[in-house]
């Protein structure tokens, strides 16, 4: 398949841009990691730096390839450590924070909500604390470049799930609907993106928002649901499907997203929010059913062949929001972007890529994973 290449380069603008100094928090995880890898290929005159603290859903094998090149730098630490943040913002002289770090999956938070508001709640406060410090003592320079890009800024990567639950005939999320966050993740995404926002209006400090849909491709961690199904498939283990399995979710393919995020430092507004969705709307259900479709047509000698003999009706997540859906008008026009891989396409991509890539996720199916498979799908 061929993933659309930025609209910046397409516009012209890679010509005319300026080059960036980048803080990347979470760039070991999924989403962080599909954005660095977009941006170093894109951009290899920016600095880019990430910022981990490799919990369990960080790998730092992702990014191997891209710790030879100069202007990348990978450092181990907490986005709480706000000595290293206000240090790495210094030395590193940044410009944009694209911050991705969080604790992301809502199972884990029903089992243990502490580190969700460590991390995304308090770790995102030191974030803003030290940025605001920094640009409020010129280590940043305001204002716009010629082309209009942002000199500054503080992308707060955010979900969806904050605007809580639509029913079957509810209107997608806007970026004006009223936030509802149902479950401890989502609870505490709202609370950063409210503070984020607050900082905007406070302290002029020159943050953006985004609320995406669920995000699927290369590097996802095996908790989440496709790359969990997949698994699965090839282990010849059941396939848990919460409840009737006719919740909705909105898929957003990880490099659209990144295609994205990457007009957004470029081109986003100051104190706005961006949502950005796939157009993908499907039923957990269906779409287990096709993962089984792509699974039975590409990998050869499953375990229990045809896979949808491993689907299995388990008992409900709690809080589980019927319906996400996003409307992205705002930023297809403003910004003009839209997403270019359908959730077919998408996810026969996806499925090479485990099939391919069993040296990256087998690692991952530690005594940690083992352990929290037990717990989380023993109560269900
Ligand atoms: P992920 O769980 O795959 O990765 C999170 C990364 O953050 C990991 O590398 C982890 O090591 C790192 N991290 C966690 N705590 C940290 C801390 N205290 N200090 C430094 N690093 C820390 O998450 P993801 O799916 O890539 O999500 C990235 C962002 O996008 C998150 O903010 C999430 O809320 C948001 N988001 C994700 C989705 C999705 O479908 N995955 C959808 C909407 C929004
Ligand atoms: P998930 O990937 O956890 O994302 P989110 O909860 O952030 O939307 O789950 C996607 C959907 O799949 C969600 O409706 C819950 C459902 N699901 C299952 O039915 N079984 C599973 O084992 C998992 C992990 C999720």
Redesign the pocket.
Known sequence: MNFQDSDIQDSGIKMQRQSRRLLV?????????NFVHHWCHKYPEDRVVV?????????RHTLLELEAQENFRFVQ????DRTLVDNLLREESIDAIA???????VDRSILGPD?FI???LV?TFTLLEAFRQYYEQGGLKEGESQEGEIQGVFLH?????VYGSLNPDDSAFTETTPYAPNSP?SAS?AGSDHLVRAYYHTYSLPTIIT??????GPY??PE?LIPLMCINILMGKSLPVYGDGQNIRDW?YVLDHCRALDLVIHRGKPGMTYNIGGNNEVKNLDLVHLLCQLMDELAPDLPVSPAKELITFVKDRPGHDRRYAINSTKIQTELVWEPSVTVEEGLRQTVKWYLTHRDWWEPMLSQEYQAYYRQVYAVK
């Open positions: 928090t979470g760039g070991a995880g999924f989403i962080g990691a910022l981990d603290a490799l919990t369990y859903a960080g790998n630490g907490d986005i709480c911050h991705f770090a969080a604790e992301s999956h580190a460590q991390t995304n770790g990567v955010s979900t969806d799930e993740y995404k609320n995406c849909s669920n995000n699927y996802q961690f989440k957003l």
